[in-house]
């Protein structure tokens, strides 16, 4: 099979998993000398229709790690709105430095079910979307450039590989439980219905904070109001110019700080051929 068109689709609420699969799509394109299209699966709009690939494309597909999964939330999209039609695809996971668990072997299986032949798999240790201090600046220069040599590698093994190839294996379990959090004391920190709060002193109420929350939950005529479910994705903590959003949740800042505690040192990247 030839790859004719490369694809860069990703699910990426703080930006690290659009940093790594973009660049892997257009080290691939650049290489192979065909074009690059791109699905930013983030925001509910980009998730409303099906998306329809083809043999003959390199589909790089990119989501973060979750409580050691896929988040459970954007799953069902996941399952649902992508069909490969024999598509080859390279599954990549971002992860904040602690584990990135169950994730991996979970979008390797769900791609497989959406029809794509999955001849790579790739785990990158990031920046914790809770905190800066875990894989601070990460993807950097570095990662950047492993994954760029990664996807070289992987289209490769996309072109030679045959339709009724094995599933790629990779650590982990697709049915395996959500990893629990836990606070400081080490029992389960319970943040579940934590939503954001948002510092009136600081947000000039210029609504770029609705607009790029992949769930659609901050009522566009209040921001201070988040009226639909809060996946704790940290866009909006992120995304704000002027720090106005934070988490006072005591539960979730005590999971943060255990995370500082036990998972500071830098991780390697895994690539799966
Ligand atoms: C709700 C939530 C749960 C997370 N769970 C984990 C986890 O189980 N293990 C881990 O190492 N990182 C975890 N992270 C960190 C993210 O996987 C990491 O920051 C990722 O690179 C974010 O990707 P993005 O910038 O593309 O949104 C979690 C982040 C969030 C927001
Ligand atoms: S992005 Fe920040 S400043 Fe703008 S409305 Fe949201 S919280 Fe307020
Ligand atoms: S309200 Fe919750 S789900 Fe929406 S962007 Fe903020 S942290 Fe993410």
Redesign the pocket.
């Known amino acids: 099979m030839n790859v004719t068109r490369v694809c860069a689709v990703y699910w990426?609420?703080?930006?690290?998993?659009?940093k790594i699969v973009r660049a892997m799509g257009e080290a691939a394109a650049k290489a192979i000398r065909c074009p690059l299209g791109e699905l930013d699966f983030t925001i509910p709009a980009a998730r409303e229709t099906v998306t329809e690939f083809q043999a003959g494309d390199l589909v790089i597909i990119g989501s973060?790690?979750?409580?050691?999964k896929l988040p459970n939330k954007i799953l069902p999209d996941f399952q649902t709105k992508l069909k490969g039609n024999g598509a080859r695809a390279v599954a990549v996971v971002?992860?904040?430095?602690?584990?990135?668990?169950n994730s991996l072997a979970e979008l390797v299986s769900v791609l497989k079910a959406d029809g794509f032949l999955v001849a790579g798999g790739a785990a990158f240790a990031?920046?914790?979307?809770?905190s800066d201090l875990l894989a601070p600046g990460r993807p950097d220069d570095t990662d950047l450039k492993a994954a760029e040599t990664f996807i070289l590698k992987a289209a490769a093994r996309a072109e030679e590989l045959p339709e009724t190839s094995e599933t790629l294996q990779v650590p982990g379990d697709a049915a395996a439980p959500y990893?629990v959090p836990k606070g400081t004391d080490g029992q389960p920190a319970k943040f579940l219905k934590a939503k954001p709060l948002t510092d009136m002193k600081k947000c000039t109420k210029c609504g770029y904070c609705v607009k790029l929350c992949p769930v659609g939950s901050i009522d566009p005529e209040d921001v201070t109001n988040v009226p639909g479910i809060c996946?704790?994705?940290?866009a909006c903590v992120r995304g704000c110019a002027l720090g106005a959003k934070y988490f006072d949740d005591p539960a979730f800042l005590s999971h943060v700080k255990m995370l500082e505690q036990n998972f500071t040192e830098g991780k390697e990247n895994s690539f799966y051929l």
Do not use: L, M, V, W
Request: hydrophobic content about 20%; some cysteine; proline content about 3%.
């Open positions: 990426s609420a703080t930006g690290n998993t659009e973060p790690t979750y409580a050691g971002t992860y904040g430095n602690r584990s990135f668990d990031c920046r914790h979307a809770f990893y996946i704790k994705c940290q």
